[in-house]
């Protein structure tokens, strides 16, 4: 006999089928454990439009992530990543991108970069009116292999990419009215976590959060990145071990902060009652489409951290590389999971894509709306800039300067090998996505967006105009400038200030000459007092004059502010006097050895005195040599980040702190030292004046050392 079926079991049927797909996929990446029998249900998590309402949710009794039998499915994440919407029509009077020239102009610039930077693996994709334009992969995901990279199916860490998704479901909850963008981020936190005012006057705002404008110091150094995932934390015990000092009062100075974003991940987290990988995948990450996106990562399972990533996305991890003498070296995985809400994120060329259309549709793809038209104008608008030229912040995502005059939004991203950016020029109906997989590759991310915009929409003039500044004038603004983005105490502080400065010369021709990072730059004088352009981009320098001489000036990228140092804290007298110092060292030594016995005359103190002094001669080269080991080896920025803190560097602080007080007692024995015995039994003049010198010189050095926070072994 002939089963009929009619049209209405066919839908149900139908529907059934296509719950069962969706319904596979959020069990791989985020089941929770089904709920005991005794307790009570929980409202239903289905992925649900942001423009439904949605009733207050209760916070579940915490526990750990159980996963299902679905995860072990790899059909599940192997799913391919689905086409973005239907073409919209690209902004009136903006010529649509054409796709060969674009392709051909694209491949150029990323072989070029390639065998310059010497980077393994690239992924990019573009789209523009709501079309996939370029989706391309270059080079090698796993060289091993030869595994080659599928934009669609490689998946990249997209590091501070990251804190997008974290600002999308915090601005959720504030349309939803379950929090308050001016509301202290204390309201939301549990007490363990709630931040401490350290003699600040001001509560941390969401709002100051978003704008990396919190007032914390920053620290990386140990913490920020792992090797061992038996060593990552839960999110709540990182931020509550690693709570940084508050600096300065919240909304002053940018200041760029993971612990902030990471701190505003977790308060979303308590208030919607949900881990943060869960909350984002459910209300972001699925709803758009983006199968090849996770939070998680490629660990083993702990029963008190979330659930790590499935075993079919984590086949498509692509491996970290850094460049050496001898060729590309894979490196250990990063976790990051400590931090996921500001850095954990993994995904591709492919998905990225649909997530720029997301930015670019204002918050709706493929008919699902993930955030409101209100939170879309949020992320284009400026919600802080230190300064009307200066880059800001839009509600979390960078305010970028783009080329010809425009403005966009997005974010860049960096792990210790992989470096990602991506850019969105609302005006043109453009995203960008670029990422590489090699530690030597940061420049490709960091210039391709603005190159790409430059060459199809804003040609610049052949020859760069000249500076409106004379020689004298552009010497107004030169100086040594240390980043506000650092660690204050410790011997992080003191590396930091190393490596944190930024020097300001002026050139023949009138222009600025900014060397930050070991990268220079130089900037030509704008329409307007204080604010420089650079010659070959579209990044921005404002300075901020108080007083006779500019006392700071915004970093082109918004990240952080940079003070003016002092001549005492300046790297150059410190060098100098360690040059000194070390100088002094070897002639003080060299005397003990070479000295004759009627020049070795001396009373018991000046005996006891030359000894001291001998000593901390001895410390202070020792001292030097660590210092040196350590600066030879901080190349490997491995070893810096995964063996902080180093051996080295904590053998030289302690010899330095021992010298400096022995130095601080030698100089209390001076005046002993000039009195002395009998001119028989005395020393000479010329060796008092010796000793003195070299007594002040270390004294001086040990004061010097201390403003640098390089006394402070223990920290």
């Not at 080659?148 to 974290?166: C, G, Q």
């Not at 459910?282 to 490629?298: K, N, W």
């Not at 004038?473 to 011997?491: I, K, N, P, S």
Request: with cysteine.
């Amino acid at each position: 006999m002939t089963s009929r079926v009619s049209p209405a079991a066919a839908l149900v049927a139908a529907i059934i089928a296509l719950w069962s797909v969706l319904g596979s996929e959020t069990q791989a990446q985020d089941a929770s454990p089904p709920a005991p029998a005794n307790e009570t249900p929980v409202l239903d998590s289905a992925p649900r439009p942001y423009s439904s309402l949605r009733p207050r949710r209760v916070r579940p009794v915490a526990r750990p992530e159980r996963i299902t039998s679905a995860q072990s499915k790899p059909a599940a994440a192997a799913v391919a990543t689905p086409p973005v919407q239907a073409a919209q029509p690209v902004a009136a009077g903006v010529a649509p991108l054409p796709r060969p020239e674009l392709e051909a102009f694209v491949d150029g610039v990323v072989q070029r970069a390639m065998a310059r930077d010497h980077i393994a693996g690239v992924t990019i994709s573009v789209v523009q009116g709501g079309q996939v334009v370029l989706k391309k992969g270059y080079g090698f995901a796993n060289l091993g292999q030869r595994k080659p990279v599928d934009p669609d199916k490689t998946l990249f860490r997209i590091a501070s990419i990251s804190k997008t998704f974290t600002w999308i479901a915090v601005m959720n909850e504030i349309e939803s009215g379950h929090m308050r963008l001016d509301g202290p981020v204390n309201l939301y936190l549990p007490e363990p976590l709630q931040l401490k005012d350290q003699g600040k006057k001001t509560q941390v705002r969401l709002r100051d959060l978003m704008t990396h404008t919190g007032g914390f110091e920053d620290r990386a150094l140990g913490q920020l990145f792992e090797r061992d995932p038996d060593r990552v934390r839960p999110l709540a015990d990182y931020l509550r071990q690693e709570r940084p000092r508050r600096v300065r009062e919240p909304g002053l100075l940018p200041s760029y902060s993971n612990y902030g974003a990471a701190l505003a991940g977790e308060a979303v987290s308590n208030v919607s009652g949900k881990p943060f990988e869960q909350l984002v995948s459910e209300e972001i990450i699925l709803p758009a489409g983006m199968s090849h996106t996770t939070f998680r990562e490629a660990r083993p399972w702990r029963d008190d951290l979330p659930a790590p990533m499935s075993g079919a996305l984590a086949a498509e991890l692509s491996d970290g590389y850094s460049w050496t003498s001898m060729g590309w070296k894979v490196q250990p995985r990063e976790f990051m999971g400590q931090v996921a809400p500001a850095a954990s994120a993994s995904s591709t060329a492919g998905d990225m894509a649909r997530y720029m259309t997301l930015l670019l549709n204002g918050g709706v793809i493929d008919g699902k709306t993930i955030f409101s038209p209100k939170t879309a104008q949020a992320f284009r608008t400026p919600m802080y800039r230190p300064a009307p030229e200066a880059a800001g912040w839009n509600a979390g995502f960078q305010d970028m300067p783009l080329p010809g005059g425009r403005r966009g939004f997005g974010h860049g991203g960096a792990t210790l090998y992989f470096h990602s950016n991506m850019v969105i020029a609302p005006e043109l109906g453009v995203g960008i996505f670029v990422s590489v997989n090699t530690d030597s590759g940061a420049n490709l991310p960091a210039t391709l967006p603005s190159t790409i915009i430059e060459h199809f929409y804003a040609r610049p003039p052949a020859v760069p105009a000249p500076s409106a500044l004379s020689y004298e004038q552009a010497r107004f603004y030169e100086g040594d400038y240390l980043t506000t983005r650092r660690a204050y105490g410790g011997l992080e502080g003191f590396t930091n200030r190393i490596i944190g400065r930024a020097i300001i010369r002026a050139t023949a021709d009138g222009r600025l000459s900014v060397n930050e990072g070991g990268s220079t730059v130089l900037f030509n004088a704008g329409e307007r007092p204080g604010v420089f352009k650079a010659v070959d981009g579209p990044l921005v320098l404002v300075f901020d004059a108080n007083g006779d001489r500019p006392s700071r000036f915004y970093a082109a990228r918004g990240f952080s502010t940079y003070e003016r140092i002092g001549f005492f804290r300046s790297a150059s007298l410190l060098i100098w006097t360690a040059a000194l110092a070390g100088a002094a060292s070897f002639a003080t030594i060299l005397g003990v050895l070479v000295r004759n016995r009627r020049e070795a005359r001396q009373t018991p103190v000046q005996a006891r005195a030359s000894q001291m002094q001998t000593a901390q001669a001895v410390l202070w080269l020792i001292s030097a040599g660590c210092v040196s080991v350590f600066g030879a080896r901080a190349s490997d920025q491995t070893a810096v980040f995964f063996g902080w803190p180093s051996g080295w560097l904590l053998s030289g602080s302690a010899c330095a702190l021992v010298a400096a007080v022995l130095s601080v007692l030698t100089l209390g024995a001076l005046p002993v030292v000039w009195r002395g015995g009998r001119r028989v039994d005395s020393w000479t003049a010329a060796r008092k004046v010796a000793f003195t010198f070299t007594a002040l010189l270390f004294v001086f050095l040990s004061v010097l050392l201390g403003l640098w926070n390089y006394l402070l072994p223990w920290s």
